[in-house]
T-cell receptor, first 115, second 111 residues
Framework: EAGVTQSPTHLIKTRGQQATLRCSPI?????VYWYQQALGLGLQFLLW???????NRGNFPPRFSGRQFPNYSSELNVNALELEDSALYLC??????????????FGSGTRLTVV | SQQGEEDPQALSIQEGENATMNCSYK?????LQWYRQNSGRGLVHLIL?????REKHSGRLRVTLDTSKKSSSLLITASRAADTASYFC???????????FGDGTTLTVKP
C-alpha cells in the first residue's frame, strides 16, 4: 500500500512568488492535514480538509490556502511568499471516520526555501 | 502556544540505556500520540494512548498517561543508535479535527 506522497520534495522560490505543494493521501483516507515545521521547531497546524471541504484552519494568514480534490488529494498554496515561510511542509492523512483518533500517516514533506 | 510540551528538549545516552521523554499538556484530551522524526523528514506514528488508558506497550516502547497531571511519558528501553531522532507528542481532541504538537525531544543514542 502506498503511503502519503508529497511533491515536490524541495522547492526554491523568490520572495513574493507563489508556491504550490501537493499531497496524495493513503488510499481510502478522506481527511488531509497540512502542518508547517520551521527549522528545529515543532509542527504548526495549517489546514484540515475532509470530503473536499475545509474543516479547520490554524492561525495563518489568508495567503495560505488550499483545496481538496474529488480523489481526496490536496494542494497547499502559499501566495506572496515571505522569507519566514521557509519551512518543511508536512501533509498527513487519516480516515474520516476517526478524524485522526488513530493517529496520522505523514508524508516525507516538502522543503520550501524562500530566497 | 503549543498544547503539548516535551521535556527534556535534548537527551543524549549510550546504546543499551533507557530513554525517557515527558510530555505535558494543558486541556482535556481524547488521546495522546507519540511520533518519531528522523533528520527533518516525515513523522512516523509510534503509539496512541486514549484518555481512559494508563499504560500502553509496543515492542521496546512504553507509554504512560496521567490525565490528572496532564502528562505522558515515553520510555524506550535498550536504546539503539537507530533510535536517534526527534520525538514529538501530539494531543487529540474530539472536535478539533487536528492534533497539536509540541516542539519535540531530540534523542541522541551513542554507539
Amino acid at each position: 500500500e502506498a503511503g502519503v506522497t508529497q511533491s515536490p520534495t524541495h522547492l526554491i522560490k523568490t520572495r513574493g512568488q507563489q508556491a504550490t505543494l501537493r499531497c496524495s493521501p493513503i488510499s481510502g483516507h478522506t481527511s488531509v492535514y497540512w502542518y508547517q515545521q520551521a527549522l528545529g521547531l515543532g509542527l504548526q497546524f495549517l489546514l484540515w480538509y475532509d470530503e473536499g471541504e475545509e474543516r479547520n484552519r490554524g492561525n495563518f494568514p489568508p495567503r495560505f490556502s488550499g483545496r481538496q480534490f474529488p480523489n481526496y488529494s490536496s494542494e497547499l498554496n502559499v501566495n506572496a511568499l515571505e522569507l519566514e515561510d521557509s519551512a518543511l511542509y508536512l501533509c498527513a492523512s487519516s480516515l474520516e471516520a476517526d478524524k485522526g483518533y488513530y493517529g496520522y500517516t505523514f508524508g516525507s514533506g516538502t522543503r520550501l526555501t524562500v530566497v | 502556544s503549543q498544547q503539548g510540551e516535551e521535556d527534556p528538549q535534548a537527551l543524549s545516552i549510550q546504546e543499551g540505556e533507557n530513554a525517557t521523554m515527558n510530555c505535558s499538556y494543558k486541556t482535556s484530551i481524547n488521546n495522546l500520540q507519540w511520533y518519531r522524526q528522523n533528520s527533518g523528514r516525515g513523522l512516523v506514528h509510534l503509539i496512541l494512548i486514549r484518555s481512559n488508558e494508563r499504560e500502553k506497550h509496543s515492542g521496546r516502547l512504553r507509554v504512560t498517561l496521567d490525565t490528572s497531571k496532564k502528562s505522558s511519558s515515553l520510555l524506550i528501553t535498550a536504546s539503539r543508535a537507530a533510535d536517534t531522532a526527534s520525538y514529538f507528542c501530539a494531543t487529540g481532541t474530539i472536535d478539533a479535527g487536528k492534533s497539536t504538537f509540541g516542539d519535540g525531544t531530540t534523542l541522541t543514542v551513542k554507539p
